[in-house]
Protein backbone atom coordinates (compact mmCIF):
# COMPACT_ATOMS: atom_id res chain seq x y z
CA UNK A 1 0.00 0.00 0.00
CA UNK A 2 1.24 3.56 -0.85
CA UNK A 3 0.68 6.46 1.24
CA UNK A 4 -0.86 9.57 -1.60
CA UNK A 5 -0.71 12.92 -0.37
CA UNK A 6 -3.57 13.78 -1.98
CA UNK A 7 -6.07 11.41 -1.54
CA UNK A 8 -6.79 8.83 1.55
CA UNK A 9 -6.18 5.31 2.05
CA UNK A 10 -8.31 2.98 0.30
CA UNK A 11 -9.01 -0.70 1.89
CA UNK A 12 -9.53 -1.47 5.95
CA UNK A 13 -6.71 -1.69 8.58
CA UNK A 14 -7.03 -5.36 7.72
CA UNK A 15 -5.41 -4.91 4.13
CA UNK A 16 -2.90 -2.15 5.35
CA UNK A 17 -1.71 -4.62 8.32
CA UNK A 18 -1.56 -7.34 5.34
CA UNK A 19 0.95 -4.79 2.91
CA UNK A 20 2.89 -3.80 6.09
CA UNK A 21 3.86 -7.95 7.00
CA UNK A 22 4.60 -8.59 3.29
CA UNK A 23 6.95 -5.67 3.05
CA UNK A 24 8.66 -6.39 6.71
CA UNK A 25 10.63 -4.36 8.80
CA UNK A 26 9.93 -3.13 12.73
CA UNK A 27 6.55 -2.41 13.58
CA UNK A 28 6.64 -1.62 17.27
CA UNK A 29 9.70 -0.97 19.95
CA UNK A 30 8.66 -0.82 23.64
CA UNK A 31 11.52 0.95 25.43
CA UNK A 32 10.94 -0.34 28.75
CA UNK A 33 11.25 -3.82 28.15
CA UNK A 34 13.39 -3.87 25.38
CA UNK A 35 10.76 -5.70 23.46
CA UNK A 36 10.66 -5.77 19.42
CA UNK A 37 7.48 -6.59 17.40
CA UNK A 38 7.68 -6.42 13.37
CA UNK A 39 5.17 -6.46 10.95
CA UNK A 40 4.94 -10.15 9.84
CA UNK A 41 4.84 -11.39 13.44
CA UNK A 42 1.65 -8.99 14.65
CA UNK A 43 -0.31 -9.81 11.77
CA UNK A 44 0.02 -13.62 12.79
CA UNK A 45 -1.17 -12.76 16.05
CA UNK A 46 -4.07 -10.38 14.71
CA UNK A 47 -5.12 -13.30 12.94
CA UNK A 48 -4.80 -15.88 16.07
CA UNK A 49 -6.28 -13.20 18.28
CA UNK A 50 -9.43 -12.94 15.64
CA UNK A 51 -9.60 -16.12 15.18
CA UNK A 52 -9.95 -16.57 19.23
CA UNK A 53 -12.67 -13.97 19.03
CA UNK A 54 -15.00 -15.94 16.08
CA UNK A 55 -14.87 -19.28 17.84
CA UNK A 56 -15.70 -17.73 20.92
CA UNK A 57 -19.25 -16.69 18.91
CA UNK A 58 -18.30 -12.85 18.69
CA UNK A 59 -19.46 -11.60 15.66
CA UNK A 60 -18.72 -9.30 12.90
CA UNK A 61 -19.29 -5.55 13.90
CA UNK A 62 -19.90 -6.28 17.11
CA UNK A 63 -18.20 -3.96 20.24
CA UNK A 64 -14.78 -6.13 21.73
CA UNK A 65 -13.84 -4.17 24.68
CA UNK A 66 -10.21 -3.18 25.02
CA UNK A 67 -9.12 -3.22 28.69
CA UNK A 68 -5.40 -2.21 28.61
CA UNK A 69 -3.05 0.21 29.18
CA UNK A 70 -0.18 0.85 26.87
CA UNK A 71 1.74 -2.41 25.57
CA UNK A 72 2.22 -5.05 23.32
CA UNK A 73 -0.89 -6.86 24.74
CA UNK A 74 -2.83 -3.98 24.13
CA UNK A 75 -1.43 -3.24 20.47
CA UNK A 76 -1.87 -6.92 19.67
CA UNK A 77 -5.68 -6.88 21.32
CA UNK A 78 -6.51 -3.64 19.11
CA UNK A 79 -5.12 -5.07 16.19
CA UNK A 80 -6.51 -8.97 16.08
CA UNK A 81 -9.75 -6.78 16.85
CA UNK A 82 -9.39 -4.34 13.69
CA UNK A 83 -8.62 -7.57 11.14
CA UNK A 84 -11.49 -9.84 12.74
CA UNK A 85 -13.83 -7.33 12.02
CA UNK A 86 -15.22 -6.30 14.77
CA UNK A 87 -15.49 -3.15 16.37
CA UNK A 88 -12.73 -2.36 18.90
CA UNK A 89 -14.05 -0.26 22.03
CA UNK A 90 -10.83 0.95 23.92
CA UNK A 91 -12.07 2.15 27.48
CA UNK A 92 -10.63 4.56 29.16
CA UNK A 93 -8.82 3.28 32.40
CA UNK A 94 -8.51 6.93 33.86
CA UNK A 95 -12.51 7.45 33.61
CA UNK A 96 -13.19 5.96 36.83
CA UNK A 97 -15.82 2.82 37.73
CA UNK A 98 -19.54 4.49 36.25
CA UNK A 99 -17.80 5.53 33.30
CA UNK A 100 -16.80 2.41 32.52
CA UNK A 101 -19.44 0.66 33.22
CA UNK A 102 -21.49 3.04 31.02
CA UNK A 103 -19.20 1.88 28.30
CA UNK A 104 -19.77 -1.88 28.80
CA UNK A 105 -22.92 -1.33 29.23
CA UNK A 106 -23.65 0.58 26.50
CA UNK A 107 -21.36 -0.39 23.78
CA UNK A 108 -22.97 -3.94 24.42
CA UNK A 109 -19.70 -5.88 24.46
CA UNK A 110 -20.01 -9.57 25.18
CA UNK A 111 -15.94 -9.99 25.53
CA UNK A 112 -13.00 -8.05 26.75
CA UNK A 113 -9.34 -8.26 26.45
CA UNK A 114 -8.62 -6.86 30.35
CA UNK A 115 -4.86 -6.62 31.24
CA UNK A 116 -4.12 -7.71 34.48
CA UNK A 117 -3.49 -4.46 35.97
CA UNK A 118 -6.80 -3.95 35.18
CA UNK A 119 -8.91 -6.47 36.84
CA UNK A 120 -10.08 -5.07 39.57
CA UNK A 121 -11.54 -2.14 38.43
CA UNK A 122 -12.94 -4.44 35.38
CA UNK A 123 -14.72 -6.57 37.91
CA UNK A 124 -16.48 -3.62 39.71
CA UNK A 125 -17.07 -1.95 36.63
CA UNK A 126 -18.58 -4.77 35.00
CA UNK A 127 -21.11 -6.09 37.89
CA UNK A 128 -24.46 -6.65 36.62
CA UNK A 129 -22.99 -7.18 33.01
CA UNK A 130 -22.32 -10.27 31.30
CA UNK A 131 -18.75 -9.73 29.75
CA UNK A 132 -16.37 -12.48 28.94
CA UNK A 133 -12.54 -11.88 29.66
CA UNK A 134 -10.16 -13.38 27.34
CA UNK A 135 -6.27 -13.33 27.72
CA UNK A 136 -3.40 -14.64 25.50
CA UNK A 137 -3.76 -18.09 26.68
CA UNK A 138 -6.50 -18.83 25.00
CA UNK A 139 -5.44 -17.57 21.44
CA UNK A 140 -4.47 -21.42 19.78
CA UNK A 141 -2.83 -21.57 16.11
CA UNK A 142 -6.17 -22.10 14.25
CA UNK A 143 -6.16 -19.79 10.80
CA UNK A 144 -9.62 -18.63 10.87
CA UNK A 145 -11.92 -18.08 7.50
CA UNK A 146 -12.31 -14.09 8.46
CA UNK A 147 -15.64 -12.20 7.54
CA UNK A 148 -15.16 -9.63 4.40
CA UNK A 149 -14.59 -6.34 5.40
CA UNK A 150 -14.73 -2.96 3.44
CA UNK A 151 -14.15 0.48 4.28
CA UNK A 152 -17.47 1.64 5.78
CA UNK A 153 -17.33 -1.49 8.37
CA UNK A 154 -16.97 -0.46 11.89
CA UNK A 155 -13.85 -0.11 13.38
CA UNK A 156 -13.68 2.20 16.58
CA UNK A 157 -15.65 2.96 19.27
CA UNK A 158 -14.18 5.38 21.78
CA UNK A 159 -16.20 7.39 24.12
CA UNK A 160 -16.00 11.01 25.32
CA UNK A 161 -15.14 12.30 28.50
CA UNK A 162 -18.76 13.33 29.04
CA UNK A 163 -17.98 16.24 30.77
CA UNK A 164 -21.40 17.76 30.00
CA UNK A 165 -23.89 14.68 30.65
CA UNK A 166 -23.76 10.65 29.60
CA UNK A 167 -20.22 10.09 27.69
CA UNK A 168 -21.33 9.84 23.89
CA UNK A 169 -19.81 6.67 21.89
CA UNK A 170 -17.61 7.84 18.90
CA UNK A 171 -17.54 5.58 16.16
CA UNK A 172 -15.47 5.26 13.43
CA UNK A 173 -15.15 3.22 10.47
CA UNK A 174 -12.10 1.68 8.54
CA UNK A 175 -12.17 4.59 6.36
CA UNK A 176 -12.26 7.12 8.81
CA UNK A 177 -9.88 5.51 11.24
CA UNK A 178 -7.16 4.81 8.58
CA UNK A 179 -7.62 8.76 7.59
CA UNK A 180 -6.78 9.41 10.57
CA UNK A 181 -3.37 8.25 10.52
CA UNK A 182 -3.29 10.08 7.20
CA UNK A 183 -3.92 13.27 7.86
CA UNK A 184 -0.92 13.23 10.68
CA UNK A 185 1.32 11.53 7.97
CA UNK A 186 1.08 13.99 5.36
CA UNK A 187 1.13 16.99 7.76
CA UNK A 188 4.24 15.63 9.40
CA UNK A 189 5.78 14.23 6.21
CA UNK A 190 6.28 10.91 7.83
CA UNK A 191 7.54 8.14 6.00
CA UNK A 192 9.02 4.88 6.82
CA UNK A 193 11.95 5.89 8.09
CA UNK A 194 10.69 7.78 11.05
CA UNK A 195 9.65 6.29 14.41
CA UNK A 196 7.40 8.21 16.98
CA UNK A 197 7.45 8.40 20.40
CA UNK A 198 4.27 7.61 22.32
CA UNK A 199 3.53 8.71 25.89
CA UNK A 200 0.25 9.04 25.29
CA UNK A 201 -2.28 5.84 26.22
CA UNK A 202 -3.90 4.30 23.10
CA UNK A 203 -7.07 4.54 24.51
CA UNK A 204 -7.56 8.22 23.59
CA UNK A 205 -7.91 9.40 20.20
CA UNK A 206 -4.14 10.89 20.11
CA UNK A 207 -2.29 8.33 21.00
CA UNK A 208 -4.39 5.69 18.81
CA UNK A 209 -4.83 7.75 15.18
CA UNK A 210 -1.85 9.79 15.14
CA UNK A 211 0.93 7.23 16.66
CA UNK A 212 -0.56 3.87 15.70
CA UNK A 213 -2.49 4.65 12.82
CA UNK A 214 0.22 6.88 11.79
CA UNK A 215 3.06 4.53 12.05
CA UNK A 216 0.55 1.97 10.10
CA UNK A 217 -0.19 4.62 7.12
CA UNK A 218 3.00 5.54 7.00
CA UNK A 219 4.81 2.52 6.70
CA UNK A 220 7.43 3.73 9.75
CA UNK A 221 7.26 2.11 13.36
CA UNK A 222 6.89 3.45 16.85
CA UNK A 223 8.38 3.12 20.10
CA UNK A 224 5.40 2.20 22.65
CA UNK A 225 5.86 3.65 26.24
CA UNK A 226 3.52 2.71 29.41
CA UNK A 227 3.34 6.64 30.56
CA UNK A 228 4.87 9.96 30.40
CA UNK A 229 7.91 10.00 32.83
CA UNK A 230 9.40 14.04 32.48
CA UNK A 231 12.46 12.01 33.80
CA UNK A 232 12.59 8.92 31.92
CA UNK A 233 11.59 10.25 28.24
CA UNK A 234 14.31 11.81 26.76
CA UNK A 235 16.57 8.62 27.54
CA UNK A 236 13.42 6.60 25.93
CA UNK A 237 13.85 8.89 22.78
CA UNK A 238 17.30 7.90 22.86
CA UNK A 239 16.66 4.54 23.27
CA UNK A 240 14.15 3.87 20.49
CA UNK A 241 16.12 6.54 18.23
CA UNK A 242 13.00 8.27 17.66
CA UNK A 243 12.49 11.25 15.23
CA UNK A 244 9.18 12.83 16.34
CA UNK A 245 6.69 12.62 19.43
CA UNK A 246 3.28 13.29 20.14
CA UNK A 247 2.90 14.83 22.75
CA UNK A 248 0.21 17.56 25.19
CA UNK A 249 0.47 21.00 26.19
CA UNK A 250 0.97 19.53 29.85
CA UNK A 251 4.02 17.28 28.79
CA UNK A 252 5.64 20.05 27.21
CA UNK A 253 5.66 22.35 30.16
CA UNK A 254 6.67 19.18 32.35
CA UNK A 255 9.91 18.56 30.57
CA UNK A 256 10.40 22.26 30.20
CA UNK A 257 10.58 22.35 33.96
CA UNK A 258 12.61 19.37 34.44
CA UNK A 259 16.35 19.84 34.78
CA UNK A 260 16.86 16.62 32.41
CA UNK A 261 18.60 17.55 29.17
CA UNK A 262 18.41 15.61 26.19
CA UNK A 263 21.58 14.36 24.86
CA UNK A 264 22.71 16.30 21.87
CA UNK A 265 22.24 13.03 19.30
CA UNK A 266 18.12 13.01 20.58
CA UNK A 267 18.27 16.63 19.43
CA UNK A 268 19.82 16.08 16.40
CA UNK A 269 17.41 13.03 14.90
CA UNK A 270 14.29 14.25 16.20
CA UNK A 271 12.82 16.46 13.38
CA UNK A 272 10.19 17.89 15.47
CA UNK A 273 7.88 17.20 18.47
CA UNK A 274 3.99 17.31 17.96
CA UNK A 275 1.56 19.13 20.68
CA UNK A 276 -2.35 18.27 20.29
CA UNK A 277 -5.47 17.97 22.44
CA UNK A 278 -5.25 21.41 23.76
CA UNK A 279 -3.91 24.72 23.22
CA UNK A 280 -0.55 25.38 24.00
CA UNK A 281 0.80 28.60 25.92
CA UNK A 282 2.99 30.55 23.43
CA UNK A 283 5.31 31.45 26.32
CA UNK A 284 5.98 27.86 26.97
CA UNK A 285 6.40 26.87 23.34
CA UNK A 286 9.14 29.36 22.62
CA UNK A 287 10.67 28.82 25.88
CA UNK A 288 10.64 24.96 24.99
CA UNK A 289 12.19 25.75 21.48
CA UNK A 290 14.75 27.87 22.73
CA UNK A 291 16.13 25.43 25.57
CA UNK A 292 15.56 22.37 23.90
CA UNK A 293 16.30 22.93 19.65
CA UNK A 294 13.29 20.84 19.15
CA UNK A 295 10.58 22.54 16.75
CA UNK A 296 7.36 22.22 18.29
CA UNK A 297 4.34 21.78 15.40
CA UNK A 298 1.21 22.89 17.32
CA UNK A 299 -2.10 20.99 16.07
CA UNK A 300 -5.63 20.26 16.94
CA UNK A 301 -7.75 17.25 16.81
CA UNK A 302 -10.81 15.43 18.43
CA UNK A 303 -12.32 12.23 19.12
CA UNK A 304 -15.01 12.63 16.42
CA UNK A 305 -11.86 13.61 13.63
CA UNK A 306 -9.88 10.59 14.36
CA UNK A 307 -7.75 13.53 16.05
CA UNK A 308 -6.01 15.83 13.79
CA UNK A 309 -7.53 18.32 11.56
CA UNK A 310 -5.67 21.10 11.75
CA UNK A 311 -1.55 21.12 12.05
CA UNK A 312 1.07 23.71 11.73
CA UNK A 313 3.23 23.32 8.70
CA UNK A 314 6.75 21.48 9.26
CA UNK A 315 10.21 23.75 9.18
CA UNK A 316 10.80 25.57 6.91
CA UNK A 317 7.54 25.94 6.49
CA UNK A 318 5.99 29.05 8.08
CA UNK A 319 4.53 27.92 12.02
CA UNK A 320 2.74 30.47 13.62
CA UNK A 321 2.80 30.26 17.86
CA UNK A 322 -0.57 30.71 19.02
CA UNK A 323 -1.95 28.78 15.93
CA UNK A 324 -2.99 25.49 15.69
CA UNK A 325 -2.58 26.36 12.04
CA UNK A 326 -4.46 25.08 8.73
CA UNK A 327 -6.45 21.25 7.34
CA UNK A 328 -4.48 18.99 6.01
CA UNK A 329 -6.18 15.81 4.66
CA UNK A 330 -9.82 17.55 5.81
CA UNK A 331 -11.43 21.20 5.07
CA UNK A 332 -12.16 23.67 7.97
CA UNK A 333 -13.76 26.46 8.49
CA UNK A 334 -15.47 29.50 10.54
CA UNK A 335 -19.29 28.84 10.67
CA UNK A 336 -21.40 32.19 11.89
CA UNK A 337 -24.81 31.76 13.55
CA UNK A 338 -26.76 30.55 10.50
CA UNK A 339 -23.77 27.60 10.62
CA UNK A 340 -22.17 29.02 6.98
CA UNK A 341 -18.48 29.45 6.39
CA UNK A 342 -17.54 33.45 7.18
CA UNK A 343 -15.02 35.74 6.14
CA UNK A 344 -11.37 35.80 7.79
CA UNK A 345 -11.16 37.68 10.63
CA UNK A 346 -14.52 37.37 12.38
CA UNK A 347 -15.23 34.90 15.39
CA UNK A 348 -17.07 32.07 15.05
CA UNK A 349 -17.44 28.50 15.73
CA UNK A 350 -14.88 25.70 14.22
CA UNK A 351 -15.89 22.89 11.70
CA UNK A 352 -14.78 20.43 9.98
CA UNK A 353 -15.51 17.93 7.24
CA UNK A 354 -13.33 14.77 5.54
CA UNK A 355 -12.15 11.57 5.23
CA UNK A 356 -11.46 11.69 8.76
CA UNK A 357 -14.91 12.26 10.38
CA UNK A 358 -16.67 10.00 12.64
CA UNK A 359 -19.74 8.47 11.17
CA UNK A 360 -22.22 8.83 13.94
CA UNK A 361 -22.49 8.52 17.95
CA UNK A 362 -23.33 5.07 18.99
CA UNK A 363 -27.57 5.03 19.07
CA UNK A 364 -27.88 8.44 19.78
CA UNK A 365 -29.14 9.69 16.21
CA UNK A 366 -30.16 13.55 18.20
CA UNK A 367 -26.61 14.26 18.95
CA UNK A 368 -25.79 12.91 16.03
CA UNK A 369 -28.14 15.00 13.90
CA UNK A 370 -27.33 18.73 16.43
CA UNK A 371 -23.27 17.65 15.28
CA UNK A 372 -23.63 17.94 12.08
CA UNK A 373 -25.02 20.66 9.65
CA UNK A 374 -27.18 20.77 6.69
CA UNK A 375 -24.15 20.98 4.55
CA UNK A 376 -22.24 18.15 6.77
CA UNK A 377 -19.79 20.28 8.38
CA UNK A 378 -19.64 18.73 12.10
CA UNK A 379 -19.24 21.43 14.60
CA UNK A 380 -16.46 21.39 17.14
CA UNK A 381 -18.11 23.33 19.83
CA UNK A 382 -14.64 25.83 19.94
CA UNK A 383 -14.47 29.31 19.15
CA UNK A 384 -12.05 30.87 16.78
CA UNK A 385 -11.29 32.94 14.30
CA UNK A 386 -8.95 32.00 10.24
CA UNK A 387 -6.83 34.36 9.42
CA UNK A 388 -5.91 36.09 5.63
CA UNK A 389 -3.32 33.03 5.21
CA UNK A 390 -5.34 30.68 6.27
CA UNK A 391 -4.40 29.48 10.06
CA UNK A 392 -6.86 29.44 12.51
CA UNK A 393 -7.25 30.43 16.26
CA UNK A 394 -8.67 28.86 18.59
CA UNK A 395 -10.28 31.63 20.87
CA UNK A 396 -12.22 29.38 23.43
CA UNK A 397 -15.04 26.52 23.96
CA UNK A 398 -18.56 27.72 23.54
CA UNK A 399 -19.20 25.37 26.67
CA UNK A 400 -15.87 27.17 28.95
CA UNK A 401 -16.97 30.74 28.02
CA UNK A 402 -17.14 32.74 31.24
CA UNK A 403 -19.89 34.93 31.22
CA UNK A 404 -19.32 37.97 33.48
CA UNK A 405 -21.56 40.58 33.50
CA UNK A 406 -22.40 39.70 29.90
CA UNK A 407 -19.35 40.04 28.41
CA UNK A 408 -17.77 36.21 27.08
CA UNK A 409 -14.03 36.26 28.81
CA UNK A 410 -12.69 32.87 27.02
CA UNK A 411 -10.26 30.86 29.81
CA UNK A 412 -7.75 30.52 27.24
CA UNK A 413 -6.74 34.30 27.52
CA UNK A 414 -6.30 33.91 31.74
CA UNK A 415 -4.20 30.62 30.85
CA UNK A 416 -2.15 32.37 28.89
CA UNK A 417 -1.41 35.18 31.07
CA UNK A 418 -0.17 33.18 33.90
CA UNK A 419 1.94 30.68 31.56
CA UNK A 420 3.56 34.02 30.76
CA UNK A 421 5.57 33.52 34.45
CA UNK A 422 8.31 31.03 34.28
CA UNK A 423 7.32 29.60 37.26
CA UNK A 424 4.03 28.18 36.24
CA UNK A 425 3.88 24.29 35.37
CA UNK A 426 0.18 24.01 34.40
CA UNK A 427 -2.63 26.71 35.10
CA UNK A 428 -6.33 27.14 33.83
CA UNK A 429 -9.20 29.47 34.61
CA UNK A 430 -12.43 28.46 35.25
CA UNK A 431 -16.07 30.02 36.04
CA UNK A 432 -17.16 30.37 39.98
CA UNK A 433 -20.83 31.15 39.83
CA UNK A 434 -21.07 34.77 41.71
CA UNK A 435 -24.20 36.68 42.80
CA UNK A 436 -22.86 40.18 41.53
CA UNK A 437 -21.99 39.27 38.07
CA UNK A 438 -23.40 35.69 37.15
CA UNK A 439 -19.85 34.23 36.76
CA UNK A 440 -16.98 35.65 38.47
CA UNK A 441 -12.97 34.06 36.97
CA UNK A 442 -10.81 32.14 39.07
CA UNK A 443 -7.71 29.93 38.34
CA UNK A 444 -5.45 27.19 39.42
CA UNK A 445 -1.92 26.76 39.34
CA UNK A 446 1.02 24.16 40.05
CA UNK A 447 3.98 26.12 40.36
CA UNK A 448 7.97 25.13 40.18
CA UNK A 449 9.02 23.86 43.26
CA UNK A 450 10.75 26.55 45.40
CA UNK A 451 9.35 29.23 44.13
CA UNK A 452 8.23 31.88 45.89
CA UNK A 453 5.09 33.23 43.77
CA UNK A 454 2.06 34.49 45.71
CA UNK A 455 -1.30 34.84 44.52
CA UNK A 456 -1.03 38.75 44.68
CA UNK A 457 1.70 38.18 41.78
CA UNK A 458 -0.16 36.28 39.41
CA UNK A 459 -2.96 38.35 39.68
CA UNK A 460 -0.84 41.27 39.47
CA UNK A 461 0.60 39.75 36.24
CA UNK A 462 -3.01 38.91 34.64
CA UNK A 463 -4.25 42.88 36.24
CA UNK A 464 -1.39 44.25 33.15
CA UNK A 465 -1.91 41.92 30.55
CA UNK A 466 -5.77 41.92 30.71
CA UNK A 467 -7.49 44.65 32.95
CA UNK A 468 -9.04 43.83 36.31
CA UNK A 469 -12.30 42.80 34.68
CA UNK A 470 -10.67 39.76 33.09
CA UNK A 471 -8.39 38.89 36.00
CA UNK A 472 -8.93 36.11 38.40
CA UNK A 473 -10.72 37.05 41.76
CA UNK A 474 -8.97 34.47 42.99
CA UNK A 475 -6.16 31.97 42.24
CA UNK A 476 -5.68 28.69 43.78
CA UNK A 477 -2.33 26.88 44.18
CA UNK A 478 -2.65 23.12 43.26
CA UNK A 479 -0.01 20.19 43.61
CA UNK A 480 -1.22 18.87 40.13
CA UNK A 481 -4.40 20.25 38.29
CA UNK A 482 -7.43 17.22 37.33
CA UNK A 483 -6.41 16.05 33.66
CA UNK A 484 -8.49 13.24 31.50
CA UNK A 485 -6.49 10.31 30.03
CA UNK A 486 -4.67 12.37 27.15
CA UNK A 487 -3.52 14.90 29.80
CA UNK A 488 -5.47 17.87 29.20
CA UNK A 489 -6.83 19.86 32.28
CA UNK A 490 -9.93 19.19 33.13
CA UNK A 491 -11.25 23.02 34.22
CA UNK A 492 -14.69 22.13 34.56
CA UNK A 493 -13.47 19.52 37.59
CA UNK A 494 -11.91 22.59 39.27
CA UNK A 495 -15.27 24.19 40.29
CA UNK A 496 -16.29 21.27 41.88
CA UNK A 497 -12.81 20.37 44.21
CA UNK A 498 -11.80 23.97 45.03
Given amino acids: MILSRTVPPAGTVRDWIDARAETGGTAFVFPETGDTLDWPTLRATAHRIAGLLLSSGAQKGES ?118 WTPSIAHDLSPDDRGLCVLPIYHINGLCVSVMGSLVSGGSLALCSRFSASRFWDWAEQAKATWFSVVPTIISHLLHSDIDPPASVKTRLRFGRSASSPLAPDVQT ?171 LIAICTTKLGGFKSPDRVHFLPELPKGPSGKIQRRKLCEIL
Avoid at 126 to 145: E, F, I, N, S, Y
Wanted: charged letters at 20%.
Fill in 64 to 181: IAIVMPNGRPAIEALYGTLVGGFRATMINLAAGRDAIAYALDHSEARFAFVDDSAMELFTDAAQGLTVTRLTPADVTDTAPDLPPLSPSDHALLMYTSGTTGRPKGVVHTHASLLAGG
Fill in 287 to 457: AFETRFDVPIVETMGLTETAAQILSNPLPPGVRKIGSPGIAFGNEAAILGPDLQPIAPGQEGEIAVRGPNVMLEYLKNPQATTETFTPDGWLRTGDLGRQDKDGYFFVTGRLKELIIKGGENIAPREVDEALYSHPDIIEAAAFARPCDRYGERVEAAVAIREGSALSETD
